[in-house]
Nanobody, 126 residues
């Protein structure tokens, strides 16, 4: 049984920063690609970032490039999303996800991921 638990969400002013964490338990995630998605009210779930199993490759949606950084500490079974220069349009529930199947391309579709966390709310005020 795999569990992904996100933390670090909250309320922040525009231009501020937050760091989200995703702690995995039940199985090691060292061999898995990990991703972050977000879903704003009334919108579909959106890919934000992904990181390969060794952290060598990363992928970001264009809207967060240069502002967000995904990283991982496999020894701690934890993935992070550092968010800077936050904008009101970044407001959403952020989800951590794990893709257990190795592929040569970075997974950016939600259906490519096998395990999901419960989400953490990020609210950016203007």
């Amino acid at each position: 049984q795999v569990q992904l638990v996100e933390s670090g969400g909250g309320l922040v002013q525009a231009g501020g920063s937050l760091t989200l964490s995703c702690a995995a338990s039940g199985r090691t995630v060292i061999s898995w690609t990990m991703g972050w998605f977000r879903q704003a009210p009334g919108k579909e779930r959106e890919f934000v970032a992904a990181i390969s199993r060794r952290g060598i490759r990363t992928s970001y949606v264009d809207s967060v490039k240069g502002r967000f950084t995904i990283s991982r500490e496999n020894a701690k079974n934890t993935v992070y999303l550092q968010m800077a220069s936050l904008k009101p349009e970044d407001t959403a529930v952020y989800y951590c996800a794990a893709d257990v199947e190795y592929t040569t391309t970075m997974p950016v579709l939600s259906r490519e991921y096998d395990y999901w966390g419960q989400g953490t709310q990020v609210t950016v005020s203007s």
